[in-house]
Nanobody
Framework: QVHLVESGGGLVQAGGSLRLSCESS????????MGWFRQAPGKEREFVAA????????YDADSVQGRFTISRDNAKNTVYLQMNSLKPEDTAVYYC????????????????????WGQGTQVTVSS
């Protein structure tokens, strides 16, 4: 069983920045794709970003391109989401997810493609 723990959420003004962290308890963290998703009230959970096991390939949603950056530190079993130029529409609960399957060179952008989830961290952007 893998446990994921997110941290770093909070309240920030529009245009500000936050850095989310997610630590995994899995011993083979370095072997798997990690992702970030978010869910706003009344909306479905949506893909934000993902990163390959080695960290050399990044994937992100159009809505956050150029503003959010995913990264990972395999020595620390941790994945990060640096969020800059935040907008009120970025307000949501942010979840990290781990995909414990062979990496084929692409990543799923639906929540069903991930096997383990954190409890979520709230990000609120005020206008």
């Amino acid at each position: 069983q893998v446990h994921l723990v997110e941290s770093g959420g909070g309240l920030v003004q529009a245009g500000g920045s936050l850095r989310l962290s997610c630590e995994s308890s899995g011993r083979t963290f370095r072997s798997y794709v990690m992702g970030w998703f978010r869910q706003a009230p009344g909306k479905e959970r949506e893909f934000v970003a993902a990163i390959s096991p080695s960290g050399d390939r990044l994937y992100d949603a159009d809505s956050v391109q150029g503003r959010f950056t995913i990264s990972r530190d395999n020595a620390k079993n941790t994945v990060y989401l640096q969020m800059n130029s935040l907008k009120p529409e970025d307000t949501a609960v942010y979840y990290c997810a781990q995909r414990n399957r062979y990496y084929s060179g692409s990543v799923p952008r639906s929540s069903g493609g991930y096997d383990y989830w954190g409890q979520g961290t709230q990000v609120t952007v005020s206008s």
